[in-house]
């Protein structure tokens, strides 16, 4: 009888997984204009996050294997140029395990943009060491020395990587309730599962660490992590959005915690952010009108050229 109990559960728990992955297939391969026809607001909601996933695809892809999409896809950069500075990371072997399985995960999410919407070519990235160097001096409010190599090794690299998923899972939650579209609502939902995902497994391998000091600065992780979401509290101007691995405890999950491996609101729920917010902190400028930090020439899309055309 135990048997036939775990039998029965095990395959209930199968037909559970597949099921929403049969739903994405057949809400993809029924998506036709005969069928419905998406709002505007749809398709540039959903294309706008095509400049976070060409960020995180390149980094992950070269940081773990050392070559990026003209590799592994050339067909869904769409002729865009090609990241500046990006190289392999040395890493240690669990580390590269999980970056590379990162890697290949936003492959398949510019796939599944692209299977929607037209998309647009991979914008120029940079994603030099000097870059990322600049933003965690702003992030101290003055010059690391040595300057910060995301590159060098594996927990420089995770930290590295705390600044990039996390912003485009709070794009994903801002965009939700704006999506008119069931095929888009679905697809979103799968994106923010995945990207949730990816800042929680780095927040935690990052949390192990927090009390360890990073070297040669002798500043703790949990520091670098408290920098970095206050710098993208600054330039987003949306408020109170980010928080790093240890917070003050009434800022903890019901005023009762310091440690904080997953960011949450007062009722520990992601926070959202606009496209707005979002380009002012990918750009480093504050400004979403002026472009720089990884995107030396801008987003691409509708959304982004629409303030770069006004700028």
Request: proline share 7%.
């Amino acid at each position: 009888m135990a048997q036939l109990a775990y039998v029965t559960t095990a395959i209930v728990a199968f037909f559970l997984i597949l099921l929403p992955q049969s739903y994405f297939s057949e809400s993809i391969s029924s998506h036709h204009p005969g069928s419905y026809s998406p709002t505007q607001s749809d398709v540039d909601l959903l294309e706008f996050p095509l400049n976070l996933e060409y960020l995180e695809a390149e980094f992950f892809l070269y940081g773990s294997l050392g070559y990026g999409l003209d590799k592994v896809n050339p067909g869904l950069t769409q002729g865009g140029p090609s990241p500046i500075g990006a190289k392999k990371a040395r890493l240690d072997n669990f580390t590269r395990d999980v970056i590379t399985q990162f890697a290949w995960q936003e492959v398949g999410h510019l796939r599944a943009i692209k299977g929607i919407v037209k998309g647009f070519p991979r914008p120029l990235l940079n994603l030099s060491a000097e870059s990322f160097a600049a933003v965690f001096d702003s992030a101290f409010g003055h010059p690391l020395v040595p300057p910060f190599d995301p590159y060098a090794n594996s927990i420089n690299y995770l930290l590295a990587s705390y600044v990039i998923p996390y912003v485009g899972l709070t794009g994903y939650v801002g965009a939700a309730p704006k999506l008119q579209g069931p095929v888009f609502k679905s697809v979103v939902a799968g994106l923010l599962g995945v990207e949730s995902g990816q800042d929680a497994v780095i927040r935690a391998l990052l949390y192990e660490r927090a009390q360890e000091k990073v070297q040669p600065y002798g500043i703790t992780v949990a520091e670098f992590t408290n920098r970095i979401s206050n710098l993208r509290n600054k330039l987003g101007h949306g408020g109170w959005k980010d928080e790093g691995l240890v917070v003050p405890k009434y800022r903890g999950a019901e005023g009762k915690i310091s440690g904080n491996v997953l960011a949450g609101d007062e009722f520990s729920l992601a926070y959202g952010r606009t496209p707005q917010e979002i380009l002012r902190i990918i750009y480093a400028s504050g400004n979403e009108r002026v472009p720089g930090g990884f995107y030396p020439k801008g987003a691409d899309g509708h959304i982004a050229k629409s303030y770069l055309h006004k700028a």
